[in-house]
């Protein structure tokens, strides 16, 4: 019973594997024979590589060529093709079909001719070439198709075939795609060379400047070679090359041009080098509309307008300054171990950057002081976030204008190279060979900048005057502004504030055991109870805005003028200890008069400084001395 089962599904599925060969394989054969069959053309139309329409209209006759990958205009112009508008072109020839057909033969014997088809004389004539594929031969086939009239119903057209032995009625889609209008046939770009394959720019006016500007891409970077070696912005740059490439024809010049087309004396040379290509726009002189120019290609007779905003007219007429890299100085910050600052009759101050311990991000920096040479050079921590700041200020030191690149001997004799107002060396990582020097010359008042370059370099800038207050040689301009911080551990026992030339108490108050700060405070009136908060809490880590001289002076000079020291504070600070029980110490800090809304000056024997107390402290020793 199983093996009758097992010999029918057998049968069974041989029939339909035979039904399928021979059956279905027939069907797909005849449907491909009616799909040639209905195809006006066959191999013919595989690899068109060019293409001739004529016509009678005006403007409708063109040639188009293949080169390579890419489609030409040869005639009116030339100029590259619209690659989606010969694409249509193409598709609609390779994949034209015909509706019905008929033979010429038979017209004679109907009472027809050719002329009422249209096909006398035909709207429109295409001629292609294309690779003689059916031979297998290197030569080439050339194809003629003609386009006659409309037929009386539907939107159709007839077409002689190219051995003129049959009428095809085809869809009049491939008329429209041979019809379109010059200026959508071809492309509108003139640079195609894009920013990331872009390896160099050339601009050159006409006599009589006669400037040429180069400017090459090296890895990241975009310099100039010519008028100047110097550094170029690189976004500017590449901003300039995205506009040069969204450049688009206005209209060609077919008809009634310029007297003298562009290439014979072009007013301006504009050439992007690419990867084993350059494209040179040669422009000519306005056109008339608005910042609209006469303009050819290099490699071809084509004229035709452009229009160049105004703004990227200015880049490329004056490109040597508004594509310079304004930035006088070129490194990075983090790569720099020691910054030398030098000023006239000064000694030369350097802050080094300290080794960071196994772990640790930034060690911070120090000063190191050139002392007498028994005394050997001097070190103290520097103010990280300061030094921090002044490389921020080296890095963005922009030219408010490029002085000069060929400076005489007497231009840097005015300009204050000869004794130089400020010299600020970086040195980088790579040791004393990587090093790079700011030279700062004189201030000037009436145009209110001060003259700059890097050493050994002959191009001057003018910058900002600020740079010099930024660069001072002074150590306490470096100085670590945190004085000191006590430990979380440490508690203040006792603080006195009094008035220094006899002692009166302004407050004074010492904790008794177990006391707190706030219950001390606790009687006091609002506005000195919270001055009384902000005092204990400056002095627990006590900071300088800013430090005016080192030592610690009887007498300080402070706004104009010499005065003595008018407040004195004293804070009892308790440390816990070991067997020996806690440890005590009393710091001393002594205040002048207020002299602004922001400045107040305080001294230190132990920190042997006087500085300007920050905001906090200063506003709420005004509450507690005040009239």
Do not use: C
């Not at 990958?69 to 079909?97: C, H, Y």
């Amino acid at each position: 019973m199983r093996s009758k089962v097992t010999l029918v599904l057998l049968f069974l599925n041989v029939a339909l594997f035979a039904f399928i060969f021979f059956f279905e394989r027939d069907f797909r054969i005849e449907r491909a024979s009616l799909e040639a069959r209905r195809r006006v053309l066959g191999a013919e139309a595989s690899d068109i590589r060019s293409l001739v329409v004529s016509g009678p209209a005006p403007f409708s006759s063109y040639s188009l060529e293949r080169r390579g990958d890419s489609w030409f205009i040869t005639k009116p112009v030339e100029w590259p093709a619209n690659a989606n508008a010969v694409g249509r072109i193409i598709n609609e020839l390779q994949f034209m079909e015909h509706v019905t057909s008929f033979s010429t033969r038979d017209l004679d014997k109907n009472g027809q001719k050719l002329s009422d088809y249209g096909l006398d004389q035909p709207k429109l004539t295409v001629r292609f070439t294309s690779g003689d594929a059916a031979a297998g031969s290197a030569g080439a086939r050339t194809t003629v198709l003609r386009i006659g009239d409309a037929t009386k119903v539907g939107s159709r057209l007839y077409l002689l075939s190219p051995d003129s032995e049959r009428i095809h009625v085809v869809d009049r889609s491939l008329a429209d795609s041979l019809a379109v209008p010059f200026d959508q046939l071809r492309s509108d770009t003139i640079f195609s060379i894009p920013v990331f394959e872009a390896r160099s720019v050339n601009l050159q006016t006409a006599a009589p400047t006669g400037v040429r500007v180069r400017l090459h891409r090296d890895g990241n970077r975009w310099s100039f070679d010519t008028p100047v070696i110097a550094r170029a912005d690189k976004k500017q740059t590449e901003l300039t090359i995205n506009e040069l490439n969204s450049l688009r024809v206005k209209s060609f010049v077919l008809q009634n041009g310029p007297a003298a087309a562009p290439s014979a004396a072009p007013a301006m040379r504009v050439t992007l080098e690419g990867n084993n290509r350059q494209q040179t726009l040669l422009l000519g002189g306005p056109s008339g509309a608005a910042d609209t120019y006469y303009a050819q290609l290099e490699d071809k007779s084509a004229v035709f307008t452009v229009e160049i905003p105004a703004t990227l007219m200015n880049t490329l007429r004056y490109a040597s300054d508004e594509l310079r890299d304004r930035h006088v100085m070129d490194f990075d910050p983090g790569s720099v171990t020691s910054v030398a600052l030098s000023a006239p009759n000064q000694p030369e101050l350097a802050l080094q950057r300290l080794e960071p311990a196994a772990g640790s991000h930034d060690a911070g920096w120090q000063i190191i002081r050139r002392g007498a040479v028994a005394q050997g050079p001097q070190t103290m921590p520097a103010d990280s976030a300061a030094v921090q700041r002044l490389l921020s200020q080296l890095e963005t030191l922009t030219a408010l204008k490029f002085q000069s690149d060929a400076p005489t001997a007497a231009d840097l004799e005015n300009w204050g190279f000869n004794k130089p107002e400020r010299e600020v060396a970086l040195t980088l990582t790579g040791g004393p060979s990587s090093q790079e020097t700011l030279q700062i010359g004189l201030p000037t008042q009436r145009e209110n900048v001060a003259y700059a370059r890097i050493a050994g370099s002959s191009s001057v800038y003018a910058v900002e005057p600020d740079i010099l207050s930024e660069t001072s040689a002074s150590p306490l301009a470096w100085r670590e502004r945190l004085l000191y911080s006590l430990p979380s551990s440490a508690r203040i026992t006792s603080m006195s504030l009094s008035n220094a030339a006899d002692n009166s108490v302004i407050y004074a108050h010492k904790l008794s055991d177990g006391e707190t700060w706030d219950a001390a405070f606790a009687a006091e009136a609002a506005p000195r109870k919270e001055a009384l908060a902000t005092l204990l809490s400056e002095v627990r880590s006590l900071r300088a805005a800013r430090f005016v001289e080192d030592g610690f002076p009887d007498k300080v000079f402070a706004a104009g003028e010499v005065r003595t020291w008018r407040y004195r504070l004293d804070v009892t600070v308790s440390l816990p200890g070991g067997a020996g029980g806690a440890q005590e110490n009393t710091i001393k800090l002594w205040f002048a008069e207020r002299t602004g809304g922001s400045e107040q000056l305080a001294g230190s024997k132990e920190f042997g400084a006087v500085f300007a107390v920050e905001q906090p402290l200063l506003d709420a020793l005004w509450t507690l001395t005040k009239p």
